[in-house]
């Protein structure tokens, strides 16, 4: 209890002081690529969910693993070849190479805002504009962010809740889908 207030009191009197030291930050990452797909699968069945099967029998998902403590929360943004382009994803996490729970399915829908090519676009790629979130089972709520067919960036929010790695498993790919994550 006193060591409580005692700490209290030195945030009050820091405070009082005007230490920027005080101030919440919120570190600003850059856009990193998680990896893109070009392969449509069926859903992986329950029994399939394990890290080493899923990256087996899924070797065109997109799986990734954040460095350790760098991201409490994930912002993810998709790029597609072409207006209109669909991909559904299944969104899967783990903590660590173990068993993966499914978290939600997304699907996207490219826009015209002239997004980086993926490795099959001619000259560059289109980000997704439209992101519809079903089948959702996770700890906190998936958000997405300006996902209504605007012709913007659209984007995907949620917390990581610890977990640290994530696959993307393409249930219906029209061409290639560029994945692209940076956290706070």
Not at 16 to 32: C, H, K, L, N, Q
Not at 34 to 63: Q, W
Not at 132 to 152: M, P
């Amino acid at each position: 209890m006193k060591n409580t207030m005692l700490i209290l009191l030195g945030m009050v009197v820091v405070l009082a002081m005007g230490a920027s030291e005080t101030v919440i930050r919120t570190d600003r990452f850059g856009w990193e690529t998680m990896g893109e797909t070009t392969t449509a699968y069926t859903t992986p069945a329950v029994n399939e969910r394990d890290y080493t099967n899923l990256v087996a029998n899924h070797a065109d998902a997109v799986v990734f693993t954040l460095a350790p403590y760098r991201w409490n929360a994930i912002l993810m943004r998709f790029v597609v070849d072409d207006d209109a382009d669909d991909t559904v994803f299944d969104l899967f996490a783990s903590k660590g190479q173990d068993h993966f729970t499914r978290i939600a399915t997304l699907t996207l829908k490219g826009g015209t805002q002239v997004g980086p090519a993926t490795s099959t676009a001619t000259t560059g790629g289109v980000f997704v504009d439209t992101i519809t979130i079903t089948n959702e089972f996770w700890y906190t709520t998936l958000h997405a962010v300006d996902g209504a067919g605007a012709d913007r960036i659209a984007s995907l929010r949620f917390d990581a809740c610890g977990f640290d790695t994530f696959a993307l498993v393409g249930t219906t790919v029209d061409d290639t889908t560029l994945v692209q994550a940076t956290g706070y």
